[in-house]
């Protein structure tokens, strides 16, 4: 295996959310240490052997990082480039730039996927209020204009819908490099979660059935309400993102599913070169849990089974949710998950709990 850990080696990873703090965890489990850069402090310092307070562009201390860690990992998607071709040119980074790269922008992103023959919302590109005004035009209302990066949590978008002025709209996200979508009509929101090995090998957990309350992940059901054959194509589609992306570690494809005349079908979202919150119930419904899967991953390790325990369903707790923790840890048969952060902020993720319940 080339650049391959071993316990007791420490892993690098750039990020200090529960993201970070749940891959640190799988990977104490497995006799690896972790160090975690971040600028800010976050619920990872609190579970790794190490950990650097820095700015992203503080080359000294990437360098430091570097040179104490086999390999660098992320949490998050928005990584600057500048740091990751630092960082390549030290020691490994898993995933690579190639999916940094694509995954950053949603033009590159879309423009990517439709070359693979992997369908997509229609698309095009805004830079001005006469390519909105056109792009509307041939897509039609209601459409979305989305920022083409740093957008998260429905972040950086507006629904353009019958009446909008297109110029308000423009002001609202369109001065940043932009695209419009068409409006996908779709009946449900899924996720599929894989992980592609350093030999190449891929493997994917269940597709992941989500659900979304003020474009924040509320709940997530496994198995997915999706037909045995639209699985399938839904899963090989990540495998083969995976495989065009040369990609190392787990991935995330956000997917639409479309019902029409009674048969279903994909459209590809987004692309999350990370673990997901739609896939926290790996923790304690299958075999190996996402956290885990990235580790062995990144570490050139073979992969694990992803084979589910039973039926899933995960909720997150959302701000003011994260009070509900003494009564959960009374519920029978709920595994809960509580990320240490002190602030129950609106919209904060403070925990999750799953609840796995085995097939007949
Ligand atoms: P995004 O930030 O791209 O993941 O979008 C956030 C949410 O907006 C998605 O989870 C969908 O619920 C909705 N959405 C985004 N794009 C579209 C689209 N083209 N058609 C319909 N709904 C969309």
């Not at 390999?71 to 030290?90: C, Q």
Request: charged share 20%.
């Amino acid at each position: 295996m080339t650049h391959a850990l071993k316990p007791g080696d420490m892993i690098g990873v750039l990020g200090s959310g529960q993201l970070g703090r749940m891959i640190a965890m799988a990977a104490a489990r497995l006799g690896l240490r972790t160090h975690i850069y971040c600028p800010d402090p976050g619920p990872a310092f609190d579970v790794c052997a190490r950990h650097t307070m820095a700015a992203y562009d503080d080359e000294a201390a990437l360098a430091a990082f570097a040179d104490s860690v086999g390999l660098v990992s992320y949490e998050f998607e928005n990584v600057p480039a500048g740091t990751a071709a630092f960082l390549a040119a030290r020691c490994p980074v898993r995933p690579g730039a190639k999916a940094l790269a694509t995954s950053q922008d949603r033009f590159v992103e879309k423009t990517f996927l439709n070359g693979i023959g992997i369908a997509t919302a229609p698309f095009a590109v805004v830079d001005s209020l006469a390519d909105l005004k056109t792009a509307v035009a041939r897509l039609g209302r209601p459409s979305i204009l989305k920022t083409r990066r740093l957008g998260y949590d429905g972040k950086g978008q507006v629904m353009i819908r019958n009446g909008h002025d297109l110029a308000q709209a423009f002001d609202t996200v369109g001065t940043a490099p932009s695209i419009l979508e068409g409006f996908v009509p779709f009946a449900r929101e899924v996720s599929v979660i894989g992980a592609r090995g350093l030999d190449g090998a891929f493997a994917a957990f269940d597709v992941c059935e989500n659900e979304h309350e003020e474009h924040i992940l509320a709940r997530t059901l496994v198995p997915a309400r999706i037909d045995a054959d639209t699985a399938r194509a839904a899963m090989d589609m990540a495998g083969r993102i995976a495989a065009a992306l040369d990609y190392v570690g787990v991935l995330t494809v956000e997917m639409f599913l479309v019902e029409e005349g009674g048969a279903q079908r994909i459209v590809v979202n987004e692309i999350a070169p990370r673990v997901h919150n739609s896939g926290h119930w790996t923790i304690d419904g299958a075999v190996t849990s996402q956290f885990e899967q990235h580790v062995r991953a990144i570490c050139g390790w073979p992969l694990g089974s992803p084979r589910r325990h039973g039926r899933i369903d995960m909720h997150n707790l959302i701000g003011a949710q994260g009070h509900d923790w003494e009564t959960l840890l009374q519920t029978p048969g709920v595994c809960l998950h509580l990320y240490g952060k002190h602030e129950a902020r609106a919209g904060r993720k403070m925990g999750h709990w799953t609840r796995v319940t085995p097939e007949g």
